[in-house]
């Protein structure tokens, strides 16, 4: 037979139950603490979650709440954002260590010790923000308060002899007078974009900028000697009587116009420095750097007037269209020409100014901003302006001044004024131009 051998004790043997007994009992303050520690831990993790999980979801609510009640001005925030990561930041590679970045947060500058002297060498800046008077007297001559007035006298008893396609879209036409003379006939069916155009020619008269061709309101009307002979090119032209048109002088030896290298990308911008690393080139003729630089002159204009305007059919057309097409910056730039014979930039199609622009802030307020942000040069003239309408308040005044005087009664009865909320926004824009001007003579100043 097999046999089992039973290694344990004999003790053992005699009394098993007692000796597993005595084991357990020894372990069960172990066991005891091991269960109160999972415990411990369990309720630690289930508290945690528990609290975690409804602030979890109220920072979602708050969030997406705060999110559907964005401001515009945060709107404009996350815009720029996006826009920053479209445009190439190429920049003269400037920084400044004095200045802190959240006074001008879309520039980078630095002072060389040696900037002032040769700024005031070369003559270009005043002031450290100032076109100088060596730029000042190279700009063209444009067109200023008398050749509007010739233009206007001159309408008062000109006869049309004929209407034919041109200047520019739609229903506009090209009209040639009796003498000779022509005219370029902007005809809407909204009326406000009439308005646009006046009352921005307008603005332009009291900001004093030579970049406007002399314009003025006409009515439809047949009966009138200025219409009578186009009876049947007005029919062709789909016009309607007793409608408002603009009737601008017509300017001939006109070419395209680029945007300048240093407004393309968001991240460039214009000051001193940069006019300083101009002068430098020794490659640059010095008779081409002053070309150039009375040409950034009236941009600086250009910049101020369609930001006060918001004028849409211009730079912010090559801006809002850059995120699909990355070479419409290096084309022509949209509504604006360049005199061959004298280098004058003129300012053309300013209808969707301080109307239909102002209806579409919301959208491209961040297009408008991204020059003028950038912008710390300006010409001395119009910054004074400016000062002057953000004091004194009356830009609303001055414009519905113009528009009563410069108009006849049938004009008056159907084109109507500059509304009120356009003139509150017009100067929210001015302010906001100030604090630009404010702002750069706080950085760049050189007193």
Known sequence: MTSYVNFGSEKMDKFPDVTWERDFRQKIPAYKNLCLISAIFAFSVGLTIGILIPLMYFNNYYSAKNSSTTSQEDEAINSSAIIRTIFLNNSYGYVNSSKPLNVYPTVSFVES?????????????????????????????????????????????????????????????????????????????????IQGELFSFYLAQILKLPNLAPSAVSIVDLGAPLWSNLH?????????????????????????????????????????????????????????????????????????????????????NNLYNYQWNVNIMDAPAHNLARKSDSELLV????????????????????????????LCVFRRQTADIIKKLKTELNIGTLLRDMFEKQNSASVKDILPTLPDKSVKILNERIDRVYGQVIKCESIFSDT
């Open 113 to 193: 010790p040696r900037s002032n002297a040769l700024l005031s060498d070369n003559g270009y800046i005043d002031d450290g923000i100032y076109w100088s008077q060596k730029v000042e007297r190279a700009l063209p001559e444009g067109y200023r308060g008398q050749k509007h007035t010739i233009w206007s006298d001159y309408l008062d008893k000109a006869v049309a002899i004929r209407l034919e396609n041109g200047c520019g879209r739609m229903q506009n036409r090209l009209v040639t007078f009796q003498d000779g003379l022509k005219g370029c006939v902007r005809y809407r069916q909204n009326t406000d974009q």
């Open 347 to 374: 300012f053309l199609d300013n209808e969707s100014g301080l109307l239909h622009g102002y209806r579409l802030l919301k959208k491209y307020e961040i297009y408008h901003s991204i020059l003028l942000d950038n």
């Open 232 to 316: 049947n090119e007005i029919a062709s032209a789909q016009w309607s009587s007793n409608r408002p048109i603009v009737l601008t002088q017509f300017i001939s030896n006109l070419n395209s116009a680029n945007i300048p290298p240093v407004f393309k990308p968001l991240e460039r911008h214009l000051n001193k420095f940069d006019v300083m690393n101009m002068t430098k080139n020794p490659l640059v003729d010095k008779n081409d750097l002053l070309k150039n630089l009375v040409e950034l002159a009236q941009w600086s204009d250009l910049i101020i007037f369609d930001y006060l305007t918001a004028n849409l059919d211009r730079i912010v």
